[in-house]
């Protein structure tokens, strides 16, 4: 699991921190380079987290309920749940972006297959995608 120091910053460097962090995000708008960027800053292990939570908040704008994300993206209900939380109270970054990237017409594969996974998994064929 991901961890944080037990030592806290410094209030006004983790101010400056956070926003040359930010800052860092915006330079990059080419995908190749974000590509690079995550793969130089974050773990694998971070990637694929941060990409659920992504995940997760686009199905719950789509409709899925929360046995099916659990099933599809292998989460339990408890992150589902605190992802639809921070959506829900705090979730304008996820809001702009999973409304941008449903807009896109090319994910209508993606839910062609989590569609048919979901119709294997309940006549107990889990194993479809695998």
């Not at 971070?46 to 199905?59: P, Q, S, T």
């Not at 594969?109 to 989590?114: A, D, K, S, T």
Request: proline fraction near 2%.
């Amino acid at each position: 699991m991901t961890q944080v120091s037990k030592f806290p910053l410094e209030k006004q460097i983790e101010v400056q921190i956070q926003e040359m962090f930010s800052n860092a995000i915006c330079f990059v708008n080419e995908k190749g380079d974000v590509e690079k960027l995550l793969d130089d800053i974050l773990t694998p292990t971070e990637r694929v987290m941060l990409a659920k939570r992504l995940g997760i908040a686009v199905l719950l704008e789509k409709g899925y309920d929360y046995r099916e994300i659990s099933e599809i993206l292998k989460v339990s209900t408890t992150t589902i749940t605190t992802v639809a939380k921070w959506k829900k109270m705090r979730g304008g970054g996820y809001r702009k972006v999973v409304g941008m990237l449903l807009a896109q017409e090319n994910w209508g594969h993606f839910f062609e297959l989590v569609g048919e996974y979901l119709k294997e998994v309940r006549r107990g064929m889990g194993s479809y995608l695998k």
